[in-house]
């Protein structure tokens, strides 16, 4: 079960436990995948367009419980690490509960180490509650799918269980963040957006005062 896991240039997932010791003194972003478990069936999500071997796969057969995930981080050196990113296949604010204990793992053993949490924003709904204050101090970025200019579009494109209002509660969310996380940031994916409707995006951030990250198409 790969549950700590970094990037390779191009795009592959390497688990932590295949990473030599050279390579983890160097510094790297380790990304922590907790759940399958996701709001939105997106359209171009590579959940169900990436090919991966038996061996290295995102995909969990079951979710790694609080402890397996803070064991996995305490078999390494956190001054090795450069960044951790809450990912995986699934959205991670699903387990928020969780996901807090862990960050405050993290933070009691360096508290200068950046957290950054990848997003589509909506988790207040899957709650029904408002989690956004609980991230104060813990999270240092936030990093929310906004995916395409048009609400309509949003609902084509994400298919959330939320409804056609979907992309107003996800800007709220974006919003709100604002008053308690350092780095908003809302992201699209290049070609599946046509360069108008990225720029349609850049004044929405504008609007919101976030950064638009571009952020690069992957087919395989």
């Known amino acids: 079960m790969t549950i700590l896991y970094t990037v390779h240039p191009g795009g592959q997932y ?40 038996e061996s290295n796969t995102l995909w969990l057969k079951r979710e790694p419980t609080l402890e397996e995930i803070l064991a996995a981080f305490k078999k390494y050196d956190l001054n090795n690490f450069k960044e951790v990113i809450f990912c995986g296949f699934g959205e991670p604010l699903v387990r928020s509960d969780d996901l807090m204990q862990v960050a405050d793992y993290i933070k009691s053993i360096r508290p200068d180490l950046p957290i950054r949490v990848n997003t589509v924003g909506l988790a207040n709904q899957v709650h029904n509650r408002d989690i956004i204050p609980e991230l104060k101090g813990r999270i240092d970025t936030v990093s929310i799918s906004l995916n395409t200019p048009s609400k309509e579009e949003y609902y084509k494109l994400t298919r959330s269980k939320f409804g056609p209002d979907s992309q107003d509660y996800m800007l709220a969310f974006a919003k709100e963040c604002k008053d308690y996380i350092p780095h908003v940031v809302l992201t699209v994916v290049d070609h599946v957006i046509s360069d108008e409707e990225i720029a349609q995006c850049q004044k929405i951030c504008d609007r919101l005062g976030v950064t638009l990250r571009v952020r690069p198409y992957e087919e395989n």
Do not use: W
Request: glycine share 2%.
């Open 14 to 53: 390497v688990n932590l436990e295949n990473i030599s010791d050279e390579e983890m003194q160097s510094g790297i972003k380790v990304y922590v995948n907790a759940t399958n478990r996701c709001p939105c069936s997106c359209t171009f999500c590579l959940r169900t367009k990436k090919h991966m071997a």
